[in-house]
């Protein structure tokens, strides 16, 4: 291109001219261009927005350089380019206006958000708890990472790796990257992402503890030895197996002391479409218990201490102060550590208490339908292999179990009843038929 007296591009013997005209005070390109309809040419003013002319020179040269393209694809690609970077150009200007969802307000979003899974109370205050934890390390460790778009693979790895040094279980690191990986899922529209940051990371193979069930002397040392709250969640725990979240939160208004039955949904699977109200006995140990409570204070919650500790994100703090209980009690409660664990795993705790009721009614007698009524245990090998625990078998199978922390003694069980009977018909005598007769009956209509 001639900025003088013009500038030309030669392609198959057509010249397109151009030239840099001054008027106004600007200079502008004009371009001799033939219209491929017409066929005639035609002149193009092309602004170079510049008062200067070396300055109008070299902006000319760029406004030319389509023209001057030695082909029409050249002056396609040529123009894409341009609209290439425009775009990008834009995007970085967008993302600069919009820079997506900041670390402070994901979580609030996330539990506003209607596509994340349901979950109940307790899990959500776990996500809680585990989103405070990175959101404290990111602020520490990366302080200019303020929104979810700046969080890359690269900072998710060291925050695993962090949890890792601390010593966290496989367990627990592993429900840290499943929230954040399903919080960045659930919310990669609000927070501008094209990918998951914990993607890449593999779940850590398990170190599986599993807690392990107390003896019968066990339970009546550390029932015989508590007092307040603590007695009645340790009734609760022996003689529903509940979980320590629903012993904790378990209210007044789950329990017919009347009727004797306490019914309650496992918070664990609250949010579950085949969630269930279990319904469960009261054995007259825990009746008793519960009963010392006035009617007229029986509000609200049964354990209020345990309550406000358990919902003010302190579940792990009840389970130490349960522990400390059975330690006090000279049990033992860490076991072996393994492997590369930096930290004993806990072999006894309030969950042992479910372990040991499902023990117990085993040890009673109680079918597995039973059991599973009690506990609320599921499983569709037992569910096909089973039939549904009637209320008399339920309520037969907890009046079974022993006295922990109480002076009742459970009614005799089948077997009893069938040796007591064996007993009496071999001293059987034509001197004291009659006695024994009544006995036999008086034995075999005993009310298990």
Same mark, same amino acid.
């Given at each position: 291109?001639?900025?003088?007296?013009?500038?030309?591009?030669?392609?198959?013997?057509?010249?397109?001219?151009?030239?840099? !005209?001054?008027?106004?005070?600007?200079?502008?390109? /004009?371009?001799?261009?033939?219209?491929?309809?017409?066929?005639?040419?035609?002149?193009?003013w092309l602004?170079?927005?510049e008062?200067?002319?070396r300055?109008?020179e070299?902006?000319?040269?760029?406004?030319?350089a389509?023209?001057a393209?030695?082909?029409?694809?050249?002056?396609?690609?040529?123009?894409?380019? &341009?609209?290439?970077?425009?775009?990008?150009?834009?995007a970085?200007?967008?993302?600069?206006?919009?820079p997506?969802?900041k670390?402070?307000?994901?979580?609030?979003?996330?539990?506003?958000?209607?596509? *994340?899974?349901?979950?109940?109370?307790?899990?959500l205050?776990?996500?809680?708890?585990?989103f405070?934890?990175?959101?404290?390390?990111?602020?520490? =460790?990366f302080?200019?990472?303020k +929104?979810?778009?700046? !969080?890359?693979?690269?900072?998710? *790895?060291?925050?695993?790796? &962090?949890? =890792?040094?601390?010593g966290?279980?496989?367990?627990?690191?592993?429900?840290?990257?499943?929230?954040?990986?399903?919080?960045?899922?659930?919310?990669?529209?609000?927070?501008?992402?094209?990918?998951?940051?914990?993607?890449?990371?593999?779940?850590?193979?398990?170190q599986?503890?599993?807690r392990?069930a107390? +003896?019968?002397?066990?339970?009546?040392i /550390?029932?015989? &030895?508590a007092?307040?709250?603590?007695?009645?969640?340790?009734?609760?725990? /022996?003689?529903?197996?509940?979980?320590?979240a629903?012993?904790?939160?378990?209210?007044?208004?789950?329990?017919?002391?009347?009727?004797g039955?306490?019914?309650?949904?496992?918070? %664990? =699977?609250?949010?579950r479409?085949d969630s269930?109200t279990?319904?469960?006995p @009261?054995h007259p140990?825990?009746?008793?218990i519960?009963?010392?409570?006035?009617?007229?204070k029986?509000?609200?919650? @049964?354990?209020?201490?345990?309550?406000k500790?358990?919902?003010?994100?302190?579940a792990?703090? @009840?389970?130490?102060?349960v522990?400390?209980?059975?330690?006090a009690?000279?049990? &033992?409660t860490?076991?072996?550590?393994?492997?590369?664990? %930096?930290?004993a795993?806990?072999?006894?705790?309030?969950?042992?208490?479910?372990?040991?009721? /499902?023990?117990?009614?085993?040890?009673?007698?109680a079918s597995?339908?039973?059991?599973?009524?009690?506990?609320?245990?599921s499983?569709?090998?037992l569910?096909?292999?089973? =039939?549904?625990?009637?209320?008399?078998?339920?309520?037969?199978?907890?009046a079974?179990l022993?006295?922990?922390?109480?002076?009742?003694?459970?009614?005799?069980?089948?077997?009893?009843?069938?040796?007591k009977?064996?007993?009496?018909?071999?001293?059987?005598?034509?001197?004291?038929?009659?006695?024994?007769?009544?006995?036999?009956?008086?034995?075999?209509?005993?009310?298990g």
């Amino acid at each position: 291109m001639k900025t003088g007296n013009g500038s030309e591009s030669k392609k198959g013997g057509r010249k397109r001219t151009g030239s840099l !005209v001054q008027k106004g005070g600007s200079f502008y390109l /004009v371009v001799s261009e033939k219209d491929p309809l017409t066929g005639k040419r035609k002149r193009l003013w092309l602004a170079t927005g510049e008062t200067n002319r070396r300055k109008a020179e070299s902006r000319a040269a760029e406004l030319f350089a389509p023209f001057a393209a030695r082909d029409s694809a050249d002056r396609l690609a040529h123009i894409a380019g &341009q609209l290439d970077a425009a775009q990008a150009q834009a995007a970085i200007l967008e993302d600069a206006a919009d820079p997506g969802l900041k670390i402070a307000d994901a979580f609030e979003a996330y539990e506003r958000n209607p596509d *994340r899974p349901p979950a109940g109370e307790s899990t959500l205050r776990q996500y809680a708890f585990q989103f405070g934890r990175f959101e404290k390390w990111l602020a520490k =460790t990366f302080p200019d990472c303020k +929104t979810m778009k700046q !969080v890359s693979p690269e900072i998710a *790895r060291r925050f695993m790796e &962090q949890l =890792t040094g601390d010593g966290m279980t496989a367990n627990t690191t592993n429900k840290y990257r499943g929230f954040l990986h399903l919080l960045f899922r659930v919310l990669a529209r609000d927070a501008r992402i094209a990918g998951n940051p914990f993607e890449g990371i593999r779940q850590r193979p398990l170190q599986t503890a599993h807690r392990r069930a107390l +003896t019968v002397d066990e339970l009546r040392i /550390v029932c015989g &030895q508590a007092s307040g709250e603590m007695r009645v969640l340790l009734a609760l725990g /022996v003689y529903t197996g509940a979980r320590l979240a629903d012993c904790c939160l378990m209210q007044w208004g789950n329990i017919d002391l009347a009727r004797g039955e306490i019914r309650y949904s496992p918070r %664990k =699977t609250a949010s579950r479409t085949d969630s269930k109200t279990l319904t469960i006995p @009261v054995h007259p140990v825990l009746g008793a218990i519960l009963s010392e409570t006035p009617a007229a204070k029986r509000r609200g919650f @049964v354990l209020p201490g345990f309550a406000k500790s358990y919902s003010e994100n302190a579940a792990a703090r @009840v389970s130490q102060i349960v522990q400390a209980h059975f330690q006090a009690c000279g049990i &033992q409660t860490e076991g072996e550590s393994r492997g590369k664990r %930096k930290v004993a795993p806990v072999e006894v705790g309030f969950h042992s208490l479910r372990h040991t009721a /499902v023990s117990m009614l085993r040890d009673a007698g109680a079918s597995m339908s039973a059991t599973m009524a009690i506990t609320g245990h599921s499983s569709a090998a037992l569910l096909d292999t089973y =039939t549904h625990a009637g209320a008399e078998t339920v309520r037969a199978a907890v009046a079974a179990l022993p006295a922990i922390g109480g002076t009742y003694t459970p009614p005799p069980s089948e077997a009893d009843r069938l040796a007591k009977v064996r007993e009496l018909a071999e001293g059987m005598t034509g001197d004291n038929w009659q006695t024994v007769r009544a006995a036999i009956l008086e034995a075999a209509s005993a009310k298990g």
